[in-house]
């Protein structure tokens, strides 16, 4: 057996097993974990199926039986108070944009191929992946080190739950990763790594409009880095150019999919106003529309004694003391997704120093809250689950490990913080230890890991601004990112403490260049 055959065999066990300790969550719990904007994806995926494919497709629901023949006649009425609410209403042609069809698409494909877990899985083998390519291709840390990473971060982050989460929240994180390795190891990725990663920031992308919005940030940060600076100058081109062509793309799978929502119902996607309700929550909002309602002329208006109201309570809220988008009729959702940004530049106009003091303190309160709050399943959660999920996939709920009981979340969210706070202390003795030994001038190897460490961090600072600016700060936004710590601290002591045969030859002469299918350590040999 060559030794290229036997690396590529012992690197595909590795990533199985990387994958398989980070399904142990999911597993542990006894099913994956679901969210009430689950059945959302999927069931949009399943429509536009069915639109595409004219009706034959496997409900995602299993039909209601026929009534008795005794039965007493149902009349529209009472049929429309038996039918779970919701946002969306195809016959009122309301479809809300932001719920990507692209990862729903990925949920029904595993609803038809039998389980949802094919989606855990899938999710566990592109981490396992992009973990392996990192730590063990091209910073030569051997199997143990990645296996050993992975567990560590899979008991005290929340790599593992949002591994085992359907919901595209892993992604945030992934294509913040993909973007820093394709920026600073461009050179010695192989064609096929290139290819992969791209694929993978591609997805990412599509699978949900925030990741679009931070990708977009941080090429523009790079960018003007790289222009503005020589201290950036020798990141190439080519990593710039493939991430802009993946948002790019990304925006065109949006319009594709604006399309084909206006032609199969009638009307465009409605944009859930989220800055709307930020500013009401913040303040601003409700001081502008107290002092000039009705004569604005804003849908709000009609919800104005509601308000001051919680962010999420204006938008989803059925209590008619709190809600707004929820309680409106079809009409006046669309009427309030269409002017939420002259709404804001309203709002802005009257108190610019009010909107950026409440954006400067959610985004700094958005760094800080991390907590583990998507494990467990209380009677409030439930209720929001029974008639949207198929029966069975309901029970397999209420007996996980998580229903009734947050001792989990209280447990890991204890953790997240500790082992962030340590990855913080250790990142700072590293590049310490790094900058007096020199390490991290242009010519030393250790600058490429510098440079992928730094690109990281913006891309985690990236995701607080962009959650608490275009929503607010809660913190399963900032959970799906905060591994990415530990995850540097660990590789960077890794790193640190690797056994070097040869510390003289490493030195004084080039490392070698690599390929998908090495080994070899630019920095180390494996152990």
């Known amino acids: ?75 529209p009425q009472a049929a429309d108070a038996a039918r779970p609410k919701g946002l969306t209403s195809v016959e009122d042609k309301v479809v809300l944009a932001g719920r990507s069809v692209y990862y729903g698409a990925l949920l029904y494909a595993s609803h038809l191929a039998g389980s949802l877990w094919l989606t855990v899985a899938l999710q566990a083998l592109c981490v396992a992946y992009l973990l392996q390519l990192l730590m063990v291709r091209l910073w030569g840390l051997g199997t143990r080190h990645l296996l050993g990473t992975v567990a560590a971060l899979g008991l005290l982050t929340p790599l593992a739950a949002y591994t085992g989460f359907l919901m595209p929240d892993i992604f945030a994180g992934l294509g913040i990763l993909a973007m820093a390795t394709l920026a600073a190891y461009w050179q010695r990725l192989g064609r096929a790594d290139r290819i992969a990663l791209s694929l ?10 925030s990741h679009v919005v931070i990708a977009a940030a941080l090429l523009g940060v790079g960018l003007l880095a790289r222009l503005s600076t020589r201290r950036w100058k020798h990141l190439p081109g080519a990593a710039f150019a493939v991430a802009g062509a993946c948002i790019v793309a990304a925006v ?42 009705p004569r604005a002329g804003y849908e709000a208006c009609a919800f104005l004694a509601n308000y001051p109201t919680a962010w999420d309570d204006f938008l989803f809220s059925t209590d008619p003391n709190k809600g707004a988008f929820a309680l409106a009729d079809a009409a006046g959702k669309r009427r309030m997704a269409a002017e939420q940004l002259r709404f804001v530049a309203d709002v802005v106009r009257h108190d610019p120093a009010g909107v950026a003091a409440g954006v400067a303190a959610d985004v700094l309160r958005q760094l800080a809250l991390f907590r583990v709050d998507i494990w467990g399943y209380g009677p409030r959660e439930l209720a929001m ?43 700072l003795w590293w590049w310490r230890r790094a900058s007096s030994a020199g390490a991290l001038s242009p010519a030393a190897e250790p600058r490429r890991f510098a440079d992928f460490l730094w690109i990281t961090l913006a891309g985690i600072a990236l995701n607080a601004l962009v959650c608490a600016s275009l929503a607010s700060s809660a913190d399963r936004f900032q959970a799906r990112v905060i591994w990415l710590l530990p995850f540097l601290a660990l590789s960077a002591l890794a790193l640190a403490y690797a056994r070097r045969p040869t510390e003289t030859t490493a030195a004084a002469s080039p490392p070698p260049s690599l390929n998908p299918s090495s080994t070899t350590s630019l920095q180390g040999s494996a152990s």
């Open 1 to 75: 057996m060559s030794l290229r055959l036997h690396s590529r065999i012992a690197g595909g066990w590795a990533v199985l097993a990387a994958a398989c300790l980070l399904c142990l969550a999911a597993v542990w719990n006894g099913q994956p974990l679901l969210y009430p904007d689950t059945p959302t994806y999927l069931r949009g995926a399943e429509m536009g199926a069915g639109k595409a494919l004219g009706g034959r497709v496997a409900p995602w629901l299993p039909a209601e039986p026929a009534p008795a023949a005794d039965a007493p006649a149902s009349t």
């Open 200 to 209: 993978l920031l591609l997805f990412g992308l599509c699978a949900h409009a």
């Open 252 to 293: 065109a799978a949006e319009w594709v999919f604006n399309q084909a929502v206006t032609r199969a119902v009638g009307a465009p996607p409605l944009r859930m106003p989220h800055p709307m309700a930020r500013l009401v929550d913040m303040g601003p909002g409700t001081d502008y529309l107290r002092r000039n309602c």
């Open 385 to 427: 689950y029974e008639g949207r999920v198929p029966p069975s996939l309901y029970a397999g709920m209420r007996a996980s490990r998580g229903a009734y009981n947050p001792r989990y979340n209280q447990w890991l969210s204890a953790a997240t913080y500790l082992s962030t706070a340590a990855a913080v202390l250790a990142l």
